[in-house]
């Protein structure tokens, strides 16, 4: 089989698979579209963990339920969980944050 060929079946594949994921409707989540912006509002506040030098980006889950998100995980202070709040709160969508970040001692 052709290198063109495995990448175009490869390509088929992994739409196919981002098209049923974006079907999915998990728990208490009414539509497809509410599914889909929640999963936009989490990239996003974990694009600006990634962008910020103040949040540790790889030590801290975000997840979000209709525009309620939820972080968990470690920081290493007291202001590295108040500031990853505060960055979640600046994303649009976000209509409120539960802060659930451990500090490590």
């Keep these: ?9 490869a390509m088929v594949l992994a739409a196919a698979v981002g098209l049923m994921s974006a079907c ?8 497809t579209g509410q599914y889909i912006d929640d999963a936009v509002v989490t990239t996003e ?8 030098k103040a949040v540790s980006a790889s ?5 979000t339920l209709q525009g309620t998100v939820q972080l968990s ?7 590295e969980k108040e500031q990853a709040e505060k960055i979640a709160k600046t994303v649009s969508g976000v209509k409120k944050v539960e802060n659930d970040i451990v ?3």
């Design 103 to 105: 500090v490590r001692p």
């Design 24 to 31: 999915a409707v998990a728990r208490e989540q009414s539509t």
């Design 45 to 52: 506040v974990k694009a600006k963990f990634a962008e910020s």
């Design 73 to 79: 995980g470690f920081a290493k202070s007291e202001a």
């Design 1 to 9: 089989m052709s290198m063109h060929r495995k990448f175009s079946r």
């Design 59 to 63: 030590s801290i889950s975000v997840e």
